[in-house]
């Protein structure tokens, strides 16, 4: 008999029924939502008259539009006008008796870092929110997609899913990866060779002795990138370092079903004969650091490679750049680490270890954004926010704060920044704002040579100056 | 979802541009309320206007083109609705008018959304998405869903068939509510569900 791949597990044991020509009717064992796309789907569906069937299995979030300004209130939104969204999903998620994680919340924070720090998100279970970057969760061994608000309606509604079964793809990433090189850049190269559609809306299982030596946190940063692949979404099999990530969480089992629960999800793995739809194998040891230079997260290229001749002239005129150019040593305007890509704590001390000490150049905006209180707190008991704020950082209250442009503050037009986030589409930042997607050590070292760079070439880039 | 469809003709407004994401189709700041209502002039703000936030027609955006204006067809590239899953991007699209999207592929949770709003999103190949493209100069688009083809008034005797599911099919024909349908299938989500309690109880003490 043929073996069953993870997706296949997952997939298998949450089928309730045959929804007819291809489509599976799927439970759902957990729903989030944020202010931005939360408060509608809750809203139209009162509207409907309908009531929420599982309320104690649906948490809003409040992370998009929050200020993320020292102090803020909580009321507080970063664009104009954006209150609304702020209350409105505060007031439907009591009246609905859904846990509301609110802006005053001591665990508030991006709900794809806050779901898997406090054990909403686990392994085994099956997750949608309305939001693309759910992906991020399979990074548990869990089946977890983004989707629209008419979809989280219909979950809330009924507590299940219409979906097709994706095709499935193997992507197997063996050998060590060089001193300095993350999980960021590992995605970010990925994406490059097989291109912004390479996922093929398949569901994804990373694997490999690197997937392996990963820690839970890289592995959250892997997976958040698949839909920047086109994919359905990324799995990685539940190990040792999943199980001790996820334990003694606030949501995750109690005491006497943790045994249970553990060897049930040790068991969520691909059958050795399991078979793909689609194989791509990733020598890791062969990857530099990253940055994009144009507006998909496809283009782009080691730090210190020039732009390829094969670039599209809409992304270099958006980008201020010419074919052949070097990216490094470009000068710079802003710097960004936080997000739901980057904002972890293992993120904030890579960082910090190239900011110790250091001045961010002058000219040069720099941000930081803890993706959680519960990050923003580890951090400071560690003193991070002392190197952050010394090296001339701002140091902000956890959202998702300058991954996207709301309205509101931002970078000037065609600054260019490097940022720690996941997508450096036109605009994305702010009117005419230049992304540059990195690691965010490239950010840290960028924001103190004022211009893209390497953390390795940073010491003769200073020279240079 | 109340709109039903079977064969539509309009005009087509071509923009092929690949990986066009759904903060281009309506950007962040036009989102101002928490409602699937009054995006339509948030559609493609930033190309549509010649500034930010502004309502200044940039005429050289191929919507506000005189013989565009009133286009009931998008014609795109690939992974059209790449980006965030904000439905308000399909929202938008379906105040302005558009009916059909026709491109060379989309974004996941974008066609997905596609389908609960009754807009019809077709995949073509990339000789027929130019071939159209084309085409739609010079005389409206004919999208026939019941036929699964396309064609254009101004190309003689040519249709392109396309592929889509029979579920899709029938729930953008019939209109269908997939709340509705879904709730015929209590009896086994409530199953699932008791034994799941005892299977899995963790998921169900929080
Ligand atoms: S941090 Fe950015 S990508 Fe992540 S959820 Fe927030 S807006 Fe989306």
Redesign the interface.
Known sequence: MQGKTLLDKLWDY?R??D?????D?L?I?RLLLHE??G??AL??LAE?G?PVKAP??VFALMDHIVSFREGRGRDEAR?P?GE??IT??REMAQKEQI?LIDTDSPMQGIVHVVAPEKG?A?P??SMVC???HTCSLGALGALAW??????A??VM????I?V?KPDQMQIVVNGELQHGVSAKDLALHLIAKHG??GGK?CAIEFSGTTIDALSVEERLTLCNLAVEF?A?TAIIAPDKKTLDFVRDSE????KN??EK?ES?WLSLCSDDHAQFDEIIEIDASQIKPQISWGT?PEETIGVDDVIPDTASL?SLTYMGLQVGEKIQGKNIGGAFIGSCTNGRLSDLISASEILRGQKVAAGVKAVCVPGSKTVKHEAEKLGLDQIFKQAGFEWGEPGCAMC????GETFPPEARVVSSTN?N????QG?GVRTHLAAPSVVAASAIAGAICSPSELKNFKCEQ | MKKTFSRHSGVAAPLLIDNIDTDQIIPSREMKTVSKEGLGEGLFAGWRYTEVGGREPNQEFVLNQNSKIDSTILIAGSNFGCGSSREHAVWALSEYGIRVILAVSFGEIFHANCLRNGILAVSLSQDNIDALANASNEGEITVDLVEQTVSAASIKDWKCDFEIGAYPKKMLMEGLCPIEMTLTNEKAIDAFLQVDKETRPWVYTV
């Open positions: 949450h309730v029924a929804a007819g020509d291809g489509y009717l439970a064992d931005r796309t408060g509608v809203k139209s409907r309908l104690d299995r664009s006008g609304v969204f409105q999903t846990h909403i686990l085994g279970l309305p939001d693309s983004g989707v629209g608000s008419s979809e309606e219909h509604a009924t507590g299940a219409r097709k912004a559609s809306r086109a359905f949501f995750g089992p109690q079903n943790i629960a049930m998909s809409k996207f442009y709301a309205g997508r589409f036109e605009g994305r009117p």
